[in-house]
Every structure is written in structure tokens, then in C-alpha cells.
């Protein structure tokens, strides 16, 4: 009975044994999977927070060069402003010299009007796309950046 209770005894120091050695492995395993895991996922992390800068870079750019724009139409508009002024007041001169030269110059004064107005339209609109165009890459910004918060946690 005693050797029967020794092999068995034996036989279950093996069973833990293997089993020992089986646990082992599979958290081995384990740590290194987690471990290429959490450096993909460190790897994505980069990615986006370059994805991130590069496209605040190029928002940068972009705006930059909508606010160009804005200021050559502005400077176009208060060019126009300024000729409709100076073309209003030399219209009150010709008033007096005759009704042929007054229309002439009341017309010459709606063409600018028209210029000016024509010129103001287009300024509003590319202040609209400009706005339309900063909305559109802040939403995407914020999209990269609550993904990229996503990654970190």
C-alpha cells in the first residue's frame, strides 16, 4: 500500500510538475503577445499623432493662404471703393458742364457700383469657404485626436 501511495505520490508530483511547466509557457506566451500588442499599439500612436501634425501643418498652410486671398480681395474691394468714390465726385463736377457728360459718368459710376458689389459678393463667399474649409479640418482634427486618445488608453 505504502509503494502504491509512493507511485501515485509520485505520479501527481509529474502531473503538477507538467502543469507547473504548462502554466509557465502559456503566461510566457502571454507576456510576449501583450508585449507586440502594446508595441503596435505604440506604433499606431506614432502614426497618428503624425497623421495629427502633418494635417495641422497643412490646415496651417491652407489658412495661410485663404488669408492671402482675403486680403487681395479686400485690397480689390477698397480699390474699387476708392475709383467709385473719386469717379461719384467727379460725376457732381460734370453735373454742371451738361446732361450728355452726366450720363455718361452716371453710367461709368453704376459699372463700378456693380464692380464693387460684384467684388463684395466674392469676398463674402471666400470668407465662407474659408470658414467652411477651418470647420472642416477642425472636425477632422478633432476626430484624429479623440482617436489618437483612444490608443492611449
Request: glycine share 2%.
Amino acid at each position: 500500500l505504502e509503494a502504491e501511495l509512493e507511485e501515485q505520490k509520485i505520479e501527481a508530483d509529474n502531473v503538477i510538475s507538467q502543469w507547473e511547466q504548462r502554466y509557465n509557457e502559456i503566461e510566457s506566451a502571454a507576456q510576449e503577445g501583450l508585449a507586440v500588442q502594446l508595441e503596435e499599439l505604440r506604433e499606431q500612436l506614432r502614426e497618428r499623432q503624425a497623421a495629427v501634425t502633418a494635417a495641422e501643418e497643412a490646415a496651417e498652410v491652407a489658412l495661410e493662404e485663404l488669408r492671402e486671398q482675403l486680403r487681395d480681395k479686400e485690397a480689390a474691394v477698397t480699390a474699387a471703393e476708392e475709383t467709385a468714390e473719386v469717379a461719384r465726385r467727379e460725376l457732381e463736377q460734370m453735373e454742371q458742364n451738361g446732361s450728355n457728360v452726366v450720363q455718361q459718368w452716371t453710367e461709368r459710376a453704376g459699372e463700378l457700383e456693380t464692380t464693387v458689389k460684384d467684388l463684395q459678393e466674392e469676398l463674402d463667399q471666400s470668407k465662407k469657404d474659408a470658414t467652411d474649409i477651418i470647420s472642416q479640418w477642425e472636425s477632422q482634427y478633432n476626430e484624429v485626436v479623440e482617436e489618437k486618445d483612444m490608443l492611449e488608453t
